[in-house]
């Protein structure tokens, strides 16, 4: 029988094969001169994973045997894609992915037992809420959002991707600690049963206090991304339909004074309404995104054959590298590719849910269910953006999009469910060993 590391070595060689072909279409397609292109980054790429792989071999040999694999496969298409719009893009990537895997790595390392976080969560929401207010603070302006903190020699950092994480964990200790107060109500409100205020008090100045951040960063995308995942949350912990049903109600009405008092965002709106209607203004972004959709066609040109950038340099439809890194993919490989990468993204949450189902307590449920739904939503807010789902938001697309804070903080929250899953698995073997000579079972 094949171990669960036997069976993730076994996925991770369709995954660098990816990169491979990948890397070969992407050099063979450029006419000026015969070059390697991409091919090193997606061979030092591989070694990294190789790494990882060991990693977990010494250290959580029972962890989840797939999620590596996918976030192997999907990291190679990006690279690939980012070396197809530019080069240097793509070598920067590349030592992002470097410090993502450190980071996997020290998670998987050093954090012996990822229940040991519930003990601080009060002071890890605390933190997360600050890295917000510090980026409200000196953060840098960029396409109108307040999202970076300048680190010297032109770099910046995203707090809030760190953010997101340290608020899940937060919430996934609190709500474990108070989820039968919450499932059970004790008071009634206009004929609605309803828990005490005060078991929500401090879940919601958390909560309260990134989202006024947030809403002052001018960053309306992650703040959905915190309420997704904080709805997500609370009807795991609780099984109430009640929550979620009061919390889309509230989007619903914030949603209205939002697009009724902010500016920028009525004009994404109305971009999204009627994308048609300023084809060269405000609609321009998502109009090139379409056009270069439908030029993709079910096949696609191939890598390395599609028309993403002019002859100056620049990209056809802007942000391409980041907000709209699925429609270089997907106009490169067609739909059927497109589609394929989304089937990547749903086996990478069915593998993050499966987790949090096999979890063996509570809170170890709620933090998977909770970074799941992030990636979840991440996902679906970018692909759903590009191709005029959904009002676009700004988020970036896991593991495919450029960017450093990105990509980074999604290793180690890879690290945190396969974790979970190491501790799932030993605590299934211990229940289903047989009881010593002289023992009886606890």
């Known amino acids: 029988m094949i171990s669960r590391r036997g069976r993730e070595l076994g996925f991770l060689v369709p995954a660098a094969v990816l990169g491979a072909v990948g890397a070969g279409a992407v050099a063979s397609a450029r006419a000026d001169a015969l070059e390697l292109g991409p091919l090193p980054g997606v061979l030092a790429m591989t070694g990294v994973f190789l790494a990882l792989h060991l990693v977990l071999r010494w250290r959580a040999p029972l962890a989840d045997p797939y999620l590596l694999p996918v976030v192997g496969a999907l990291t190679a298409l990006g690279l690939v894609e980012l070396e197809r719009i530019d080069p240097g893009l793509a070598r920067d990537q590349l030592v992002w992915v470097g410090v993502g895997a450190l980071v996997f790595t020290a998670v998987v390392v050093l954090l012996r037992d990822h229940r040991v976080l519930e003990r601080y969560r009060y002071l890890i929401g605390l933190g997360g809420v600050l890295l917000l207010v510090v980026t409200m603070a000196v953060g840098t302006t960029i396409n109108g959002s307040k999202l970076w903190i300048e680190v010297g020699g032109g770099q910046t950092v995203q707090l809030g991707e760190l953010s997101k994480v340290m608020i899940v964990v937060f919430l996934a200790g609190y709500l474990r600690d108070k989820r039968e107060v919450l499932a059970i109500p004790t008071t009634r409100h206009l004929g609605i049963a309803l828990p005490a205020a005060r078991h929500f008090g401090p879940v919601l100045v958390v909560w309260g206090a990134a989202l006024v951040a947030?809403?002052?960063?001018?960053?309306?995308?992650?703040?959905?991304?915190?309420?997704?995942?904080?709805?997500?949350?609370?009807?795991?912990?609780?099984?109430?339909?009640?929550?979620?049903?009061?919390?889309?109600?509230?989007?619903?009405?914030?949603?209205?004074?939002?697009?009724?008092?902010?500016?920028?965002?009525a004009d994404r709106v109305d971009a999204w309404l009627h994308p048609f209607d300023d084809p060269q203004g405000r609609g321009y972004q998502l109009v090139q995104s379409l056009y270069a959709l439908g030029d993709g066609g079910m096949l696609g040109p191939g890598l390395g054959k599609g028309f993403l950038v002019n002859q100056d340099g620049t990209t056809?439809?802007?942000?391409?590298?980041?907000?709209?890194?699925?429609?270089?993919?997907?106009?490169?490989?067609?739909?059927?590719?497109?589609?394929?990468?989304?089937?990547?993204?749903?086996?990478?949450?069915?593998?993050?849910?499966?987790?949090?189902?096999g979890a063996t307590d509570g809170f170890s449920k709620l933090l998977a269910g909770g970074l799941t739904t992030v990636l979840a939503l991440q996902a679906f807010l970018i692909v759903g953006g590009v191709i005029r789902l959904v009002p676009l938001t700004g988020v970036t697309l896991p593991f495919m999009s450029y960017g450093g804070s990105s990509v980074v903080v999604n290793f180690g929250l890879v690290a945190l469910l396969l974790l979970v899953s190491q501790r799932s698995r030993e605590h299934a073997l211990v229940a289903a060993a047989p009881p010593r000579r002289g023992e009886g079972r606890a």
């Not at 099984?239 to 902010?262: K, Q, S």
């Open 316 to 357: 056809v439809v802007p942000a391409l590298e980041t907000d709209f890194i699925f429609t270089a993919v997907a106009s490169e490989i067609g739909y059927l590719g497109g589609v394929a990468v989304l089937l990547l993204f749903l086996v990478l949450v069915q593998r993050g849910f499966s987790i949090a189902i």
């Open 214 to 265: 947030l809403v002052v960063m001018n960053d309306f995308g992650t703040a959905l991304l915190f309420f997704g995942a904080f709805l997500a949350m609370i009807y795991l912990a609780t099984g109430r339909l009640a929550y979620a049903g009061v919390g889309l109600g509230l989007f619903a009405a914030g949603a209205a004074a939002v697009y009724a008092f902010v500016p920028r965002i």
